[in-house]
């Protein structure tokens, strides 16, 4: 392989016989040998390689280029000053032109990278490094940096008796307001899209601002009487219908209330008979519809992500967890909502997985929106406690039954 010219600062690098093991290589084919002018031109570009993290290389057939790192804004002002320095010699300046910006689109192509100051990272960028004080580093780079400046207490409260293992028909807002702050491990819910008028109402027309006022309100509660490390687990569909993004809305003003929003699951429903079409949408762009089979889980964390429990009263299994991790889980929908008069039940098994994964034995479980009360009953089958809050004395007639038919 011929040798650059004298100028090209490659030299030195080469006395190590290893040297291009410590970079990535990119070649660019040329239909004749550069000329030494057009050499000259690109050996004039960096001359100190051993900083700049690059080193060139030309032979009869192709332009090498050996990269490790580089500050790619100063190379292409480098690239391109040079460059224009030469237009005066279209000897130097035509083919030089086209292989560098040639070489400009291969660079920037390469997605992976670290990023060190200016520079781009390509090589061993992602070699764990060794730090002093690495755990300090990592609990202070950012993590959550919304949730920061909460004056979440961390003291528990007892729960006083007679809210224990009860239901409770009245409104979820007002029958909070009793509970003492910190006495609730995990709230689990699922929140219609009329509360206050009832399922079986013929009422149409939702004013949005007042259920989301109303809706927040409420969940402010949940935040109050939730633990320090107690979680609150939402069940959400979006109103595609009304384009409104439910699980965000929600999600927004729980992070501005400084809750630490730990993940979300998607709950895959396998509902495959839901429309194709919105009127005038078929086959058109004008307004496609899209189908969506699931819907979201949002959990959300008080003041630490992590809970505390004792190893005893953990009741989830290695296999149980390993599966239910995978933030998608395909469930069948509620078949039999018909013999509890309710339309729009979630499974008991959705409770379960959440109950398990997010909770202890004995944790106290809260639903606002307790309905015909599959959480309440969940909580009860998994050795929890629960209140249920419903609205509808109906329905809270329907879960206490749902209660009392469990074996003791």
């Not at 999600?251 to 509902?271: A, P, Q, R, V, Y």
């Not at 009953?377 to 929890?384: C, E, F, G, Y």
């Amino acid at each position: 392989m011929p040798e650059t010219p004298a100028d090209n600062p490659s030299t030195p690098i080469k006395s190590n016989p290893g040297w291009k093991s410590q970079y990535i290589l990119l070649s660019l084919p040329l239909k004749d040998r550069l000329t030494g002018p057009e050499q000259a031109l690109i050996a004039s570009i960096e001359r100190k390689p051993k900083k700049s993290g690059f080193i060139f290389e030309i032979d009869d057939n192709y332009l090498h280029f050996y990269l490790k790192s580089l500050d790619l804004e100063a190379f292409r002002k480098s690239v391109f000053s040079s460059i224009e320095r030469e237009r005066g010699q279209p000897e130097r300046y035509t083919r030089v032109n086209q292989l560098l910006t040639d070489l400009l689109g291969r660079i920037e192509s390469i997605r992976s990278y670290g990023i060190k100051g200016k520079k781009r990272i390509y090589v061993d960028y992602n070699k764990e490094r060794k730090v002093e004080n690495r755990q300090n580093k990592v609990k202070n780079r950012g993590s959550h940096y919304y949730a920061e400046g909460n004056v979440f207490d961390r003291t528990s409260n007892e729960l006083p008796e007679e809210f224990r293992n009860r239901i409770i028909a009245g409104d979820s807002e007002a029958e909070l307001k009793k509970l003492p702050s910190n006495c609730i491990d995990l709230v689990v819910t699922s929140p219609p899209y009329n509360f206050g008028l009832g399922y079986d109402t013929s009422q149409d027309g939702i004013n949005w601002e007042e259920y989301f006022a109303k809706l927040f309100r409420i969940f402010d509660e949940c935040t109050r009487v939730l633990k320090y490390g107690g979680r609150i687990v939402i069940n959400i569909q979006p109103l595609f219908s009304d384009y409104i993004p439910s699980h965000h809305i929600i999600s927004s003003h729980l992070m501005d209330k400084k809750l630490i929003w730990k993940g979300e699951i998607l709950w895959e429903k396998n509902n495959y008979n839901c429309k194709y079409t919105a009127w005038g949408s078929w086959k058109s762009p004008s307004s496609p519809y899209l189908k969506y089979t699931w819907e979201f889980l949002e959990i959300f964390a008080k003041g630490d992500l992590k809970k505390e429990g004792k190893p005893e009263n953990i009741d989830i299994n290695g296999e149980e967890f390993k599966k239910w991790v995978v933030a998608k889980w395909s469930i069948s929908p509620e078949r039999r909502m018909d013999a509890y008069d309710h339309p729009a039940m979630f499974p008991q098994e959705l409770v379960e997985r959440v109950l398990k994964l997010f909770s202890y034995e004995g944790d106290i479980i809260l639903d606002p929106f307790n309905g015909v009360g599959t959480t309440s009953v969940v909580a009860k089958r998994l050795h929890r406690d629960y209140i249920g809050i419903d609205v509808s004395g109906k329905y809270c007639k329907v879960a206490e039954r749902r209660i009392k038919e469990l074996l003791p």
